[in-house]
């Protein structure tokens, strides 16, 4: 049963929910997903120093509080980037074009 619930509870974490994600983006977006790349390694980052892997090192409280602001700043721009690439893998144009560069 020990074992059963420590799957889940990787299943449900943090980095399988990215891993998700990002599986996701690249079957969405295809080519265009590597426009994100710089963001999900941002967010992957983030997600490494709240939450490291057993045995690692947890930071401070305020160090804490930091990061976590951190890796929502990055989540929203990661947010904000994908709504640009899917209309632009949508409509079949350049993510230039979509923002109105092209």
Not at 14 to 25: F, V
Not at 49 to 66: D, N
Not at 89 to 100: C, E, I, K, L, Y
């Amino acid at each position: 049963m020990k074992v059963e619930a420590q799957m889940l509870k990787e299943l449900q974490g943090p980095r399988a929910q990215l891993g998700r994600l990002e599986r996701a983006i690249h079957s969405e977006l295809g080519s265009l997903s590597s426009g994100v790349e710089p963001l999900l390694e941002e967010v992957r980052a983030g997600v490494a120093a709240l939450f490291p892997e057993a045995g690692g090192t947890r930071l401070a409280p305020k160090e804490h509080e930091a990061q976590h602001e951190k890796l929502l700043q990055s989540l929203d721009g990661l947010e904000e980037v994908l709504e640009a690439l899917q209309l632009a893998a949508r409509s079949g144009r350049s993510p230039s074009a979509a923002r109105g560069g092209g």
